[in-house]
């Protein structure tokens, strides 16, 4: 479903991806974890044509995202839905209007069938009753719900999910583990699921990609990354904070900085 | 100073900038087709960017025609000719008061609400989301809102020219003791339709340079709360800059035929 090959990425002169391999297979939940900072989110930018990397391929539904017109693109995305870490909904919108929003953008089907359609993907995700309540009016995990049904709404075959759980308690992260399990199994829609979350994710992903310095460190499926050998591995799963991925920030040495013989 | 980086920063930074508002404007006129299309998107923004100024519009026309009212008297008296205070009055408001305070206050008032709006959505992952819904913000925000900017401004010109001359009758023949018929009568045959153009087409300059500058400076705000912040001071400081050039080029261009 996404195959990305040999993907290399910066900005500036800042390297984020120097040879980046993934695939991500029909029907599956795809986990891309990875410290703070390693380009989970911007390696989701570009499987979706946001940005370009500056080499390798990338492959969404068989065809080159790299390259394609703005044309294409759109054509592409139209076959898969995201889900952003905040919800993104349109703020001037109700949560019926912001679900209806991709039916009324690409279709033209009559309004009582709109109105069906979001009422059953609200119905889904719970929130049919806050149909009419405004993007402001709800929780942070009730908008993540709300921007899931609109995701859904098109019936996309790729569902791709930035960081869903982060600044949820136990309950709306516990609904939305079982939305997103939910979507992948009844409804067959591949996923991609962005976040660091090691728990969350072994209930539900089939397969985890472990991304640290611009590579892909460990892949496989989450009893696999528990059991493997690396270090890097083990202190991201073990949440250890010094190892590999180190604590502090790159600096000059502690004490001569604070006698005054390192740069301020 | 560096002399290379004295040459990028004052001559080919603003070129650039310039280059960038070009394209912006290509694009946005590009989507202005499809954006007429659906009527209903721009009359909200017609709404939002005219009817919501239209009482900061009304009182400032007021207040600026009532001093137009007493400064034309106090001059037009040195001379014994403070009948002709019509003409004066409406001359100055058609011309140039008129479109060029609209202007400004609408640059103040609707310029900076469109750049945080923008910019907001920006910031929020909106814009983003949109594209990813496959639906061009382009033609889904920016291209209303410019267009609705675009055609209120000329409105509230208008609105502000009326109620302008109402304040220099109000002062100059109710407070003054201007004749009422000489004020008027010397307005209706003085007053040329090619006044009245030039009022219109300033308008209109003006009312797309505004709404390009604050829909251009949304869009591209950093998204972050200082980044819309200095979008929206950007969007004034440079609109005001831009209507008293644009103002003077086209008062120089009328004068000039």
Known sequence: ?264 | MNPRGWVEGTLIAPLRRIGAVGIFLVQLLMQAGPALARPRLVVQQVYNAGARSLIIIMLCGLFVGMVLGLQGFDLLQRFGSEDALGVAAALGLLKELGPVVAALLFAGRAGTSLTSEIGLMRATDQLTAMAMMAVDPLRHVVAPRFLGGVIALPLLVAVFNLIGLFGAQLVGVQLMGVDTGAFWSQMQAAVELSDVMEGVIKSVVFGVACSLVAVYEGYHAAPTAEGVGLATTRTVVTSSVLILLLDYILTAAFLGN
Do not use: C, W
């Open chain 1, 1 to 264: 479903m996404v195959r990305v090959t040999d993907l290399h990425y910066g900005v500036g002169e800042r390297r984020i991806f120097s040879g980046l391999d993934i695939e991500v297979p029909k029907g599956s939940i795809t986990a891309f974890m990875g410290p703070s900072g390693t380009g989970k989110t911007t390696l989701l930018r570009l499987i979706t044509g946001q940005v370009e990397p500056v080499s390798g391929s990338i492959e969404v539904f068989g065809e080159a995202v790299v390259g394609m017109r703005k044309a294409g693109i759109f054509a592409l995305r139209r076959r898969m839905g995201m889900l952003f870490q905040n919800g993104a909904l349109l703020t001037d919108l109700s949560v019926f209007e912001n679900v209806a929003f991709p039916l009324r953008e690409h279709t033209d089907l009559p309004e009582p069938l709109v109105r069906q359609l979001v009422l059953t993907k609200l119905h889904a995700v719970g929130l049919r009753g806050a149909a009419s309540l405004m993007p402001g009016e709800l929780s942070g995990g009730m908008a993540r719900r709300v921007a899931l049904a609109r995701a859904i709404v098109m019936d996309p075959e790729l569902l791709i999910y930035d960081e869903p759980f982060v600044g949820l308690d136990p309950i709306s992260m516990g609904v939305i583990v079982r939305l997103i399990r939910q979507m992948n199994e009844a409804l067959g829609i591949t996923s991609i699921v962005v976040s660091h979350d090691v728990d969350e994710l072994s209930l539900i992903a089939h397969r985890s990609y472990l991304i640290s310095e611009g590579r892909v460190v460990a892949s496989g499926s989450p009893e696999e990354l528990r059991n493997s050998p690396e270090e890097v591995v083990r202190q991201f799963i073990g949440g250890h904070p010094d190892g590999p991925v180190p604590f502090h920030y790159p600096a000059p040495d502690y004490f001569d900085e604070l006698l005054g013989r390192g740069k301020p």
